[in-house]
């Protein structure tokens, strides 16, 4: 699966590790996260994430 990084702080969405603090369990690909979801440093939207 890929990762995704968060054009504004360099957070890498990596789905074998999920983002469970916000209710994202492992496993869970980046096209599979809910459009609301944003960066869990910065907040920015789902959207502007970069595939790696």
Do not use: H, Q, S
């Not at 999920?18 to 960066?39: H, L, M, R, S, Y």
């Amino acid at each position: 699966m890929d990762k995704y990084l968060c054009a504004a702080c360099g957070y890498v969405y990596d789905p074998a590790t999920g983002d469970p603090d916000n209710g994202i369990a492992p496993g869970t690909k980046f096209e599979d996260i809910p459009e609301d979801w944003v960066c869990p440093l910065c907040g920015l939207p789902k959207t502007e994430f970069e595939k790696m």
